[in-house]
């Protein structure tokens, strides 16, 4: 079968509050505003490659967040990347965002965190780079 996807375009994140969640997205990641309707809001990186964060407001936000039956630890669907862990965790904790533990792997530094947007939807900043990124 041939492939007709070379790539994710846009990552969806219910939110509550339209114009609390684009300070969030705009104030801790970055991103600009490019388009902004009654009740959604595309943000980039203004990166090429990078998918667009399409923020949708909903009156039932259910968190972005699943349970590894595994291991018990519960992940994020998203994972941002940042060449410095111990910074970014440290800067959202003192913005009293909500941050878990920081997971650093001792031998070669790579590793990684989670943290809430307003609506509890956890996100993760990692410092791994996988090829072609």
Do not use: C, W
Not at 8 to 36: C, Q, W
Not at 112 to 127: E, H, I, Q, R, V
């Amino acid at each position: 079968m041939p492939h007709f996807i070379p790539h994710i375009a846009t990552i969806e994140i219910p939110v509550s509050n339209l114009d609390r969640s684009i300070d969030f997205y705009v104030d801790v990641l970055g991103v600009e505003v490019i388009f902004k309707g009654e009740t959604n809001a595309m943000l980039s990186f203004k990166k090429q490659g990078i998918p667009t964060i399409f923020l949708v407001e909903t009156k039932k936000v259910e968190s972005l967040s699943f349970e590894n039956t595994y291991t018990g630890v519960t992940h994020g669907v998203i994972d941002f990347y940042t060449p410095d862990l111990k910074k970014l965790h440290v800067s959202l904790a003192e913005n009293d965002i909500e941050v878990g533990p920081l997971n650093v792997h001792p031998e070669n530094g790579m590793g990684g965190f989670g943290f809430k947007d307003p609506d509890g939807n956890l996100l993760s900043a990692t410092n791994v780079l996988h090829e072609g990124q």
